[in-house]
């Protein structure tokens, strides 16, 4: 390989070999069917306690779902892709500035996923910030592109407040009072990563990202109008959940399971990537805060099953996760009772 990322402006004619999968660990794209009855929740919908079943069902049943009429405006979201794409399109030097790879770094560059710790790479690069607070982040972000700080601002921030909208739909699916959730992971992060998953020689022997649950607590995805890459996993099956226009993808991530005592599942998703096209994908993070306690409240686990997992902080949590790659046991099962 000739640069440390993938968006160099080479296009690749054969898969290098870092980036084959034993046969076993392969996507089977033929094998592939689009999700059914994708979960589509109106958040605008009058009727409240419809809007809170809904969310109870999907986050039991599917563990995601996609969120419309979220009140995040259409302008704010266009433009987010709009400079996400300038920046992966800029001269490789210029983006190699800010490359690293190292998981603590709040703002950085980046390639596959964990490079330093795992045995086959991933056709993805992305850009990874932390987004709040945005006084304390922004300086750090890229100025290159010049809109870059202003138009990401926006977005973290209209972002950030949907999925406030969110966590308390959540908890009152839950039959918690509605701030339960918020009061319970303090005050809390939010990261980003924007990713560029470039044309690919042969998606049938690689991923974007392999199958994954996100260690946080609420995923914001934002995917890509014109290609298609996201897959979950649903009853065993991995499912395509193509992009629906002005949605965003809203995932349950392992905190959520944790504090849920189980009820609700982190789901398994993957990012499949494409021989002709790039794609591009905007995922935000919200994250307890490092010293929040993660532990189901007594509701959940009076029902004579007890908890789940034992209590744990988000700190041990989030260490725990970035140690080892994404190919091991699931990080939450070192945390079950
Ligand atoms: C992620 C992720 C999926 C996608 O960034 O954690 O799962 O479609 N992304 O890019
Ligand atoms: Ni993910």
């Known amino acids: 390989m000739d640069t ?5 402006g080479i296009r690749y004619t054969n898969l290098p070999e870092g980036y ?20 589509v929740i109106d958040l605008a919908c009058d009727d ?4 809170v079943q809904q969310v109870a069902d999907a986050c039991k049943n599917y563990g995601f779902f996609q969120a419309i009429n979220h009140e995040v405006p259409l302008e704010t979201v266009e433009r987010v892709l709009e400079v996400a794409k300038e920046f992966f399109n800029l001269p490789v030097e210029e983006k190699l500035k800010l490359y690293s790879d190292d998981p ?50 926006t977005y973290c921030s209209e972002v950030r407040g949907l999925g406030y909208r969110v966590l308390e739909l959540i908890s009152e699916s839950l039959g918690l009072e509605k701030d339960y959730i918020k009061k319970v992971l303090g005050e809390q992060g939010q990261h980003m990563a924007v990713n560029f998953y470039p044309p690919c020689p042969e998606p049938e022997l690689t991923y974007g990202l392999p199958g994954h649950t996100d260690p946080n607590a609420l995923t914001i995805l934002l995917q890509d109008l014109e290609v298609a890459g996201l897959q979950v996993l649903k009853d065993d099956k991995w499912v395509a959940v193509n992009p629906l226009p002005n949605a965003f993808v809203i995932n349950i991530g ?36 490092n010293d929040a306690m993660i532990s189901p409240p007594k509701a959940l686990t009076e029902d004579g099953s007890g908890a789940v997992y034992r209590d744990f902080t988000y700190a041990e949590y989030y260490s725990k996760f970035w140690s080892r790659n994404l190919d091991q046991e699931h990080c939450l099962e070192l945390f079950k009772n």
């Open 4 to 8: 440390k990322v993938l968006s160099s």
């Open 20 to 39: 084959v999968r034993p046969e076993s660990e392969r996507p089977n794209l033929s094998e592939v069917s689009e999700c059914e009855n994708v979960p």
């Open 48 to 51: 409240r306690s419809l809007i």
């Open 104 to 153: 603590s770094k709040t703002m950085r560059l980046s390639t596959s996923f964990n490079v330093n710790k795992e045995k086959v790479h991933n056709w993805r690069d992305y850009l990874r910030l932390h987004c709040y607070p945005l006084d304390k982040y922004v300086p750090e972000w890229p100025s290159n592109p010049s809109t870059f700080k202003e138009f990401v601002s």
């Open 254 to 289: 392992d905190q959520l399971q944790a504090l849920s005592n189980g009820r609700y599942k982190s789901v398994w998703h993957r990012a499949i990537v494409n021989a002709e096209k790039a794609r591009m994908s905007v995922a935000s993070f919200l994250c307890p805060n």
